[in-house]
């Protein structure tokens, strides 16, 4: 059994609920993923596998990940959720596409520093920073220019 896992069945064991197999084969894919996903596109993938998973499960599933801190969910723009598995984030920020929704991490020293300025002076420990930055990616620049 790999390390997600055991994680998986500590986190929710700890809280009385079941590490079930639809639970774990989720979790198996999330960590495979590289890039950034919503729970449609998670269905489509575990499907195309052969993944006997409901959509409904899905959700259910995300929610319970992300309450504990499996998952971080993205709210990119009104009722466009987006989520990241928590195990390879690090202080780091997002660019968000205004138009095709694409999401791209971002990363810079400064962010550390940003970290503890932000927390100066407070009783308050900060784990991470997450940052959303939204404009237009590349590629629709290049297809406006192709349009105008």
């Known amino acids: 059994m790999d390390r997600q896992a055991i994680q998986l069945k500590d986190v929710l064991g700890s809280r009385g609920l079941k590490s079930t197999k639809e ?3 989720i979790l198996r894919e999330l960590e495979g993923l590289q890039d950034h996903f ?7 993938r ?11 499960t899905i959700y259910r599933t995300l929610k319970l990940f992300q309450k504990y801190h499996l998952i971080e969910k993205l709210d990119i ?3 466009s959720f987006y989520y990241e598995p ?3 984030k690090k202080d780091h ?6 138009r095709c929704g694409k999401i791209m991490d971002f990363t810079f020293g400064s962010i550390k520093n940003l970290k503890s300025e932000l927390v100066k002076g407070k009783v308050f420990k900060a ?3 997450s940052i959303h930055v939204f404009g237009i990616c590349e590629a629709c620049q290049k297809a406006s220019k192709v349009k105008s």
């Open 23 to 25: 639970r774990e084969t």
């Open 38 to 44: 919503n729970a449609e596109k998670l269905f489509l």
């Open 46 to 56: 575990l499907n195309r596998k052969g993944a006997k998973v409901s959509r409904p």
């Open 77 to 79: 723009k009104k009722n």
């Open 86 to 88: 928590t195990s390879r």
């Open 93 to 98: 920020g997002h660019l968000v596409c205004q």
């Open 127 to 129: 784990d991470n920073i």
